[in-house]
């Protein structure tokens, strides 16, 4: 799986508590995110009316916010056995199985949620991460598809959309959902990550270059600026999130400049951006260079297009954002 630039793989949407003061009142008087006392409070309820349904669905709510899932499952278990089409019920069960990795269990509970409401989102969304958990890629293409059809604006479908087609390589296709996630959310920057790195995956690095930009000046927008001078021979910087670092490089037409990030662990993954005088990005790689955890980053050979002050940016992708690496830049002038 291409974890990197897959960002909401783990996420699956759970339908809130809904502590219905019509149903138990004493649950008004305290902080409903207490969920200890909500589990408290449900459980005294249910001593005194074992079918109330909404105790029994606040308490499975409150024990999965708290991890205890399997405590949540048996709760659930009894909403439903209480009111067999209750499609909530069905989404947070399958929610329970699929934190304690029970997957196929859950696939199960979020395809009985949309049977019993075919246009509830949050099943579809939910199964579709499963599947992608699974390796399943064309079951959650399906299952993306008919979101964008149920809920146009729903993000996610472009998301695993676009996790779907680079997987399957289809990277044109990757770039388009991507294109469509940035459109709907363009101040969310981990779709300019993903498509800049479709881009960068079809060698259009000028293309991919801004992308990688947004990415790292929405995530890292501290600056550390290096001295010139000590970049002369390799050296070594620590990256930390929030930090990206910048050297500048004065080069003139026809220069070859090649820069290398080297990741010494795998609680990194450099990125390696150059911009030219305007502060424009013109090039970037990701994980050319290999190395641990193929993330090693490196603009090779890359010939100087004009005269003029340049800024290497060396941030972090979606790999890793704390930890040590080694950098070499070299500048073969022609002057």
């Not at 079809?202 to 000046?217: G, Q, S, T």
């Not at 070859?256 to 990005?281: F, K």
Request: charged content about 25%.
């Amino acid at each position: 799986m291409n974890w990197k630039v897959f960002l909401l793989v783990f996420l699956m949407l759970l339908v809130a508590l809904p502590l219905q003061a019509q149903s138990f009142d004493e649950c008004t008087d305290f902080d409903v995110t207490d969920y200890e006392r909500v589990v408290e409070v449900c459980t005294e309820l249910l001593e005194n009316d074992p079918l109330n349904v909404d105790a029994y669905f606040s308490r499975a709510y409150a024990q999965t916010e708290l991890g205890n899932y399997e405590e949540s499952i048996v709760d659930y278990t009894k909403v439903l056995l209480l009111q067999p089409k209750y499609a909530y019920a069905y989404n947070n069960r399958g929610y329970a199985y699929g934190r304690l990795g029970e997957l196929e269990a859950a696939i199960a509970d979020f395809s009985r949620a949309i049977i019993v409401d075919p246009d509830y989102v949050q099943p579809r969304l939910n199964r579709a991460y499963t599947y992608i958990d699974l390796g399943e890629y064309e079951n959650a293409l399906a299952d993306a598809d008919l979101l964008a059809d149920i809920a146009p604006n729903n993000v996610y479908a472009y998301d695993i959309r676009g996790f779907v087609y680079l997987e399957q390589e289809d990277y044109e296709a990757a770039v388009d959902a991507y294109t469509t996630y940035i459109e709907l959310a363009p101040d969310d920057p981990s779709g300019y990550l993903s498509r800049g790195y479709a881009y960068w995956l079809l060698d259009e690095d000028e293309r991919a270059a801004p992308d990688y930009m947004v990415w790292v000046e929405a995530n890292a927008p501290r600056t550390s600026r290096i001295d010139p001078d000590d970049a002369l021979e390799p050296f070594t910087i620590t990256l930390e999130a929030g930090i990206h670092y910048t050297l500048a490089i004065e080069a003139v037409a026809g220069d070859i400049l090649t820069a290398s990030a080297v990741a010494r662990d795998e609680t990194i993954d450099p990125v390696l951006i150059l911009l030219d005088g305007n502060g424009n990005p013109i090039t970037v790689d990701d994980d050319g260079a290999g190395g641990i955890a193929d993330v090693d980053a490196i603009i090779e050979d890359f010939e100087i297009p004009e005269d003029g002050d340049y800024t290497l940016v060396i941030g972090y992708a979606g790999g890793g954002s704390e930890g040590e690496v080694r950098l070499d830049v070299r500048l073969n002038s022609v002057r």
